[in-house]
């Protein structure tokens, strides 16, 4: 299974991923190379997104029958599936469910099998800030007989223009919080404002985060201001023992003995 990380990112770094899959050998498929180039890491609610999964040599050492299925959570859906020979069209099916059943036969003389899928990201069923609430791009899965074994499966992030600017609000918060030192009444704040915002309350857990920041900055500023305080208590019993010794010493210090 490829489950992406959460990275922010406006535009989103492009993300290639090879995979080589090495599945048990009574499973229905020996090994599959998988390219994953989707280009994105989260969408918003209602955004159309489009990806590609290319598997290549569908047949080396593995059935010369078998059947592709693929399953997504995306809306409005279309997938399209091409078997390819060297660069060149064999075959090509479409599909607007979300999920498909493919057969694929050696008899074809495919060497890459290509699945463009495109859809619009779905509505969030359940809120959770970590980790970020996510929906199947896609599963792969691969069917001989009655054995199946998943080959990809990859997740994506989702949200909405609220639920976005709730979760920016407690990432400054959290920061805010470590810089501090990991102020108590700070993180008590902010546990509630990510159970509201778990509880898609996204209001409030702006009002908490940004309640939870303020206290976390105020408690570094305290903490920054103590330590201001015992450092020129230390500097003026520093003084005062330098002070004192000179004192001292001069007092110590007579005339000289005319003996002398």
Known sequence: ?????????????????????????????????????????????????????????????QPDEWTLRG???????????????????????????????????????????RIDLTGTTPAVESYTYDPPQSYTLWELVAITGNSESTLNTTTVHHYTNDSDDARNDIDDAVAAINESGGNAEARDTLNSSISSYNNGNFGNARDLASDAQNQAEQAQQSQQQTQMLIYAAVALVVLALVGGGIYYWRSNQGPESKLQ
Not at 28 to 42: I, K, N
Not at 46 to 55: A, F, H, L, P, Q
Not at 86 to 102: D, P
């Open 71 to 113: 399953t997504t959570e995306l809306e409005n859906v279309s997938w399209v599936v091409t078997v390819l020979q060297q660069g060149n069209q064999v075959n090509q099916s479409q599909y607007s469910e979300q999920t498909f059943e493919e057969p694929l036969a050696l008899a074809n003389n495919g060497d890459e099998v």
């Open 1 to 61: 299974m490829i489950r992406m990380s959460w990275i922010r990112s406006s535009e989103g770094a492009t993300l290639v991923v090879t995979l080589t899959l090495l599945l048990a050998a009574a499973g229905p498929v020996g090994a599959l190379t998988l390219t994953d180039q989707t280009d994105f890491e989260e969408s918003r609610v209602g955004e159309t997104v489009s990806t590609t999964v290319v598997i290549e040599d569908p047949f080396t050492d």
